[in-house]
């Protein structure tokens, strides 16, 4: 049974820090390209970052490039997202999601929501000023 299992999920203020995680079980974790998208309010689910599947290429949404930092573990079958200076316009729904059909070059941040194979439930993040 594959599972994708977001936890880190929380309120803080505005310049806060929070650490996403997403366990992941049920497939080969270490072939996937890995993003975490969010979604806000009346908005569209949006990427956020990318990761390689050795971790090579990462890339970020300007929105929160020098503040967010993808990583993963494969030993440990998780991906992370730590969060720093945390802003108001942050606060969303957050969810990982893997992609197991893609190349080394196909792994990119602009890489379409209906490639991605799996995706979790999702973990809420607020942010007050």
């Known amino acids: 049974q594959v599972q994708l299992v977001e936890s880190g999920g929380g309120s803080v203020q505005a310049g806060g820090s929070l650490r996403l995680s997403c366990a992941a079980s049920g497939f080969t974790f270490s072939s996937a390209c890995m993003t975490w998208f969010r979604q806000a309010p009346g908005k569209e689910r949006e990427a956020v970052a990318t990761?390689?599947?050795?971790?090579?290429?990462?890339a970020y949404d300007d929105s929160v490039k020098g503040r967010f930092t993808i990583s993963r573990d494969n030993a440990k079958n998780t991906l992370y997202l730590q969060m720093n200076s945390l802003k108001p316009d942050d606060t969303a729904i957050y969810y990982c999601a893997a992609a197991l059909r893609q190349t080394y070059y196909s792994c990119r941040l602009g890489l379409g929501r209906d490639n991605y194979d799996y995706w979790g439930q999702g973990t809420q993040v607020t942010v007050s000023s």
């Open positions: 990761i390689s599947t050795g971790g090579t290429y990462i």
